[in-house]
């Protein structure tokens, strides 16, 4: 059936939308926990159900290297391999390729790239027809095509060059995708923080697409690449505005690697819809909790003996149940349940976020709602 996205409510450049899929809907802004290996650490397909997270990310690189995408579709395919009937979106694996690099050199020619497997070293190719196949076989929702990112800062010629060759790949994509009636295909925009360039890339990316009334040769959606590597905020932001201002606005817009709460809220202003990162599990993994105050470093010695939540305008059930003082006593132990727990909230806060500010749109308050968040993260 595609893609359908009505847009609910506007303020500003800030907007909610409800996107229908043949799974179901999501209504943005939408945060997407990240699942590198079909799972997200510390947390299980129950946990996401209760949390109410309508879309989990997965992550190509690894689960075509383990256990194979020809495992996972022999096990029923991403869904039933992860016990989850929510909404999945898989990345193409270019990020990984160039970042998981170990000092081999990574072959990168005009038809793909060549590069070694982070677990055994063994030699693996991707290219942007191979990157569609990989994920029809583990049968996401939502893929991603084949892109190249840049480092950042990273020359003009670079970034041009990076930009030329995801047109290409995105072309490729779309002419390589099969399954139509329950897989959604987003194309990448590239460009570093060149404003100018990040508009051309969005221009033509979307001047791919063509005039094909039946879609099958159209990006369901768009994501904004190449930010959130090291980049200031003052460079992200205007380079998120080149980008989604030449974006069609009947189309989600998805800014890839973002779960930063300024951040988030900033790219919101902006009119994007859909993020993801690992920022919350990762910090709560390592006792960093996230509160409308602020970050907290739960293995601070100040929270031994503390009675309180983690946060106390949290509803989530960590908040709920435990203190700072004995979830500082899990994390200072070693006990698994520390991090599980501090990770369960952190997603739960993180969540609460994004539909706050939905709420804030809906009620043409979202400026005032943007300005606390930065008061506090920015």
Known sequence: MGLELRVDAVDGGARATTITTHRGTIATPCF?????????????????????????????????????????AGLGGLHRFMGWDGHILTDSGGYQVF????????ALDDDGVTFRST???????????????????????IQMQLDICPAL??????????????????????GARRRFDDQLLFGIVQGGVDTE????????????????????????????????????????????????????????????????????????????????????????????????AGRINLKNAQW?????????????????RWSKGYLRHLIAVNEPTGPRLATLHNLAWTLRLVDDMRQAIVEGRFEALRRDVLAVWG
Not at 50 to 59: F, K, Y
Not at 126 to 139: D, F, M, N, R
Not at 251 to 265: E, F, I, K
Not at 314 to 320: G, L, T
């Open 153 to 174: 800062p990273s020359p003009p010629d670079v970034l041009r060059e990076a930009v030329e060759s995801t047109l290409v790949w995105g072309g490729r994509a779309l």
């Open 197 to 292: 360039l990040r508009a051309e890339a969005a221009e033509r990316t979307v001047a791919l697409c063509g005039e094909d009334p039946a879609g099958q040769e159209r990006f369901d959606g768009f994501g904004v690449g190449g930010l959130s590597v090291g980049e200031s905020r003052a460079e992200m932001v205007p380079a998120i505005e080149a980008t989604t201002a030449h974006l069609p606005l009947d189309r989600p817009r998805y800014v890839m690697g973002l779960g930063d709460p300024a951040g988030m809220v900033e790219a919101v202003a902006h009119g994007v819809d859909l993020f993801d990162c690992v920022l919350p599990t990762r910090h709560g993994r390592h006792g960093t909790i996230l509160t409308s």
């Open 99 to 106: 970042s998981l690099d170990d000092g081999a050199k990574v």
């Open 32 to 72: 997407m926990p990240v699942g590198t290996r079909g799972t997200i650490r510390a947390a299980d397909s129950v946990d996401l159900d209760r949390l109410g997270a309508p879309v989990v990310l997965a992550n190509t690189y690894h689960l075509m290297l383990k256990p194979g995408a020809e495992v996972v």
């Open 119 to 141: 677990y055994d070293g063994s030699t693996h190719r991707l290219t942007p027809e191979s990157a569609v196949a990989i994920q029809e076989a583990l049968g996401a929702d």
């Open 304 to 320: 031994a003996t503390a009675d309180e939540p983690l946060d106390p305008t949290c509803p989530c059930e960590v908040c709920a």
